[in-house]
């Protein structure tokens, strides 16, 4: 099996967490939502656009993204 192919099976299982994840409140269950978010930018960006063949062009990407996705992740906390 080729790589891409073990990506997509990743992809349709973190999106199946995510849909697990739609039935519970609370930070928690939001704040794994995010994680999942992360994980899933992170696998496209990697390896369907190919960019860890790139040195420094994934962690351009992907630590923005979690600096973000952190920042919404705690404002929600907040807002609770």
Do not use: N, Q, Y
């Not at 967490?17 to 704040?31: E, V």
């Not at 040195?55 to 919404?72: R, Y």
Request: aromatic residues 8%; contains cysteine; hydrophobic residues 65%.
């Amino acid at each position: 099996m080729d790589t891409l192919t073990k990506t997509w099976i990743c992809l349709i299982g973190l999106t199946l967490a995510t849909t697990a994840l739609a039935g519970f409140d609370g930070r928690l269950a939001a704040l794994a939502v995010l994680a999942l978010a992360w994980l899933k930018a992170r696998l496209i960006l990697g390896r369907f656009l190919h960019l860890e063949a790139i040195p420094g062009w994934l962690s351009a990407f992907t630590v923005p993204l979690a600096l973000w996705l952190a920042l919404i992740g705690g404002l929600h906390a907040l807002a609770l």
